[in-house]
T-cell receptor
Framework: AQSVTQPDIHITVSEGASLELRCNYSYGATPYLFWYVQSPGQGLQLLLK??????LVQGIKGFEAEFKRSQSSFNLRKPSVHWSDAAEYFC???????????????FGGGTRLMVKP | ETGVTQTPRHLVMGMTNKKSLKCEQH?????MYWYKQSAKKPLELMFV???????ENNSVPSRFSPECPNSSHLFLHLHTLQPEDSALYLC?????????????FGEGSRLTVL
């Protein structure tokens, strides 16, 4: 069974500083990887996804993530954080479909980002 | 606005009540999902429906009963719940079939069981 670990439960950064959120996965094959963001009182919104090809993927809101197979990681980065980026971030991995049963995402526990002015 | 609408946004119920959560998607997707989001726990997949057929039941207690009358609507019927069932219940939809598809989430229904 696949699993996703986000080692940092909380992270606080200053506005304008760079950001890196860590994600490690356990999966037997090449995974499909996702980062979602959840603002307070909201559902989850997709930031970016990796399926194959270039290991550095660009997403919305200035975010990017890099897939590193050797480290089983898919860390999320942003060069300069804005106050509006304060939210909870979830890494997820998709497991194989079963009889066309839709998308089976396993989520990490989330990292709550706080931004200091 | 993600195209997935959940009602009610907030629900308080007693352990003997019967209530339902509703989800509607306007995206033309084929698959719909219920997830449970509890404090200090990862998001838990509860049910998956693909073309109105239930394809996944993730060992969910029978006090949660899903219903998918068509590809656009998904319900979660609740009865004799426990206080530990208090959580944010998220509905999502996707194009189905493919693992490469994105999940579109609603804003959730915050359930409190007294």
């Amino acid at each position: 069974a696949q699993s996703v670990t986000q080692p940092d439960i909380h992270i606080t950064v200053s506005e304008g500083a760079s950001l890196e959120l860590r994600c490690n996965y356990s999966y037997g094959a090449t995974p499909y990887l996702f980062w979602y963001v959840q603002s307070p009182g909201q559902g989850l919104q997709l930031l970016l996804k990796y399926f194959s090809g270039d290991t550095l993927v660009q997403g919305i809101k200035g975010f990017e993530a890099e897939f590193k197979r050797s480290q089983s990681s898919f860390n999320l980065r942003k060069p300069s954080v804005h106050w509006s980026d304060a939210a909870e971030y979830f890494c997820a991995v998709a497991r194989p479909k079963n009889n066309n049963a839709g998308n089976m995402l396993t989520f990490g526990g989330g990292t709550r980002l706080m931004v200091k002015p | 606005e993600t195209g997935v609408t959940q009602t009610p946004r907030h629900l308080v119920m007693g352990m003997t009540n019967k209530k339902s959560l509703k989800c509607e998607q306007h995206l033309g997707h084929n698959a719909m999902y219920w997830y449970k989001q509890s404090a200090k726990k990862p998001l838990e997949l509860m049910f998956v429906y693909n073309f109105k057929e239930q394809t996944e039941n993730n060992s969910v207690p029978s006090r949660f009963s899903p219903e998918c009358p068509n590809s656009s609507h998904l319900f979660l019927h609740l009865h004799t719940l426990q206080p530990e069932d208090s959580a944010l219940y998220l509905c999502a939809s996707s194009q189905g079939h493919s693992n490469t598809g994105e999940l579109f989430f609603g804003e959730g229904s915050r359930l409190t069981v007294l």
